[in-house]
């Protein structure tokens, strides 16, 4: 089970860290993605990051803004965002698959999301 945290309201410009923390089964073999779904829109591809951490990758209009990192020892994965824009509130999803993939397909599970709501 995955267990997403942190999400809020922010002002534009502000910072929030997401939390994805697994219970139940360790996920320090997976690569940890971070998606996100706007209202009214699909879901959608924000970062990932290897198993070892040693890889991450993200979408452009994030990049600069959003660090992902993992803690294997405490099996948690962060997202760290910064500057935040009114276009990035939405539900937040982890999950958790099998490398470096962006699309969702390639995720076998999912966190239930947190709500992250950035104010002009």
């Known amino acids: 089970q995955l267990q997403a945290s942190g999400g809020g309201l922010v002002q534009t410009g502000g910072s929030l860290r997401l939390s994805c923390a697994a219970s139940g089964r360790t996920v320090n073999r997976y690569g940890m993605g971070w998606f996100r779904q706007a209202p009214g829109k699909e879901r959608e591809f924000v970062s990932v990051?290897?198993?070892?951490?040693?890889?991450?990758y993200y979408v452009d209009s994030v990049k600069g803004r959003f660090t992902i990192s993992r803690d294997n020892a405490k099996n948690t994965v962060y997202l760290q965002m910064n500057s935040l824009k009114p276009e990035d509130t939405a539900v937040y999803y982890c999950?958790?698959?099998?490398?470096?993939?962006?699309?969702?397909?390639?995720?076998?599970?999912w966190g239930q999301g947190t709500l992250v709501t950035v104010s002009s």
């Open positions: 990051i290897s198993w070892s951490g040693s890889s991450t």
């Open positions: 999950a958790a698959g099998l490398g470096i993939v962006v699309a969702a397909t390639g995720y076998e599970y």
